[in-house]
């Protein structure tokens, strides 16, 4: 495989992850797409894969936090009326 071609599996991959995954948390995983070697050889190394995966948008697609609610300004203190005497 080609490096576009192996790029775009990892990201399909990480996305499903939800995060790029780190050396050893990907060599340790059941359902990785292929093999760590073949995945560092197309790119010489993990950092360099990580670097090409952000570079090309993957985790750009996830939503902004919602602001949070402003606070509602407080009501003046009523001035106390005067006395008539």
């Known amino acids: 495989m080609n490096r576009p071609q192996v790029l775009k ?3 399909e991959y990480f996305d499903k992850k939800g995060k790029i995954l780190s050396i050893d ?3 340790a995983a059941d359902d990785a797409p292929m093999r760590y070697m073949v995945a560092k050889r197309a790119f010489g190394s993990w950092a360099r894969m990580q670097q090409m995966a ?4 993957w985790g750009q697609t996830v939503e902004a936090p919602a602001p949070a609610p402003k606070p509602k300004a407080k ?3 009523k001035k106390a009326a005067k006395k008539v005497d």
């Open 9 to 11: 599996q990892l990201m």
């Open 25 to 27: 948390e990907y060599k």
């Open 54 to 57: 952000r570079a090309a948008g």
């Open 75 to 77: 009501a003046a203190p």
